[in-house]
């Protein structure tokens, strides 16, 4: 049981920055394609990043591309993602998925094919 948990959430003035971190146990980190999900209050949970296993490929929702960056460190099993020029439209609860991969370049925006979540870190941005 892959056991997934978030940090790095707070609450930023809009243009600051935040890193979050997603720290991975109880699985083989290295086989899993990951992402990084939202949501705010009142909406559904929409994608917001993703990265093969290999590190090789990366997807992102359009509206935080050229502000986000998603990265992974498979020898520390954890999965970032660097936030910034924050706009006060990106806060919501930040959750981190992983999903077993059939190959290292597989990659994946959809919240329903994921196999794990983590717990979720709050990012508040105000304006």
């Known amino acids: 049981q892959v056991q997934l948990i978030e940090s790095g959430g707070g609450l930023v003035q809009a243009g600051g920055s935040l890193r979050l971190s997603c720290a991975s146990s109880?699985?083989?980190?290295?086989?899993?394609?990951m992402g990084w999900f939202r949501q705010a209050p009142g909406k559904e949970r929409e994608f917001v990043a993703a990265?093969?296993?290999?590190?090789?490929?990366?997807d992102y929702t359009d509206s935080v591309k050229g502000r986000f960056t998603i990265s992974s460190d498979n020898g520390k099993n954890t999965l970032y993602l660097q936030m910034n020029s924050l706009k006060p439209d990106d806060t919501a609860v930040y959750y981190c998925?992983?999903?077993?991969?059939?190959?290292?370049?597989?990659?994946?925006?959809?919240?329903?094919?994921?196999?794990?979540w983590g717990q979720g870190t709050q990012v508040t941005v105000s304006s």
């Open positions: 998925a992983a999903r077993v991969a059939g190959s290292s370049s597989y990659i994946e925006s959809q919240p329903q094919e994921y196999d794990y």
């Open positions: 990265i093969s296993e290999n590190g090789a490929n990366t």
């Open positions: 109880g699985g083989t980190f290295s086989i899993y394609a």
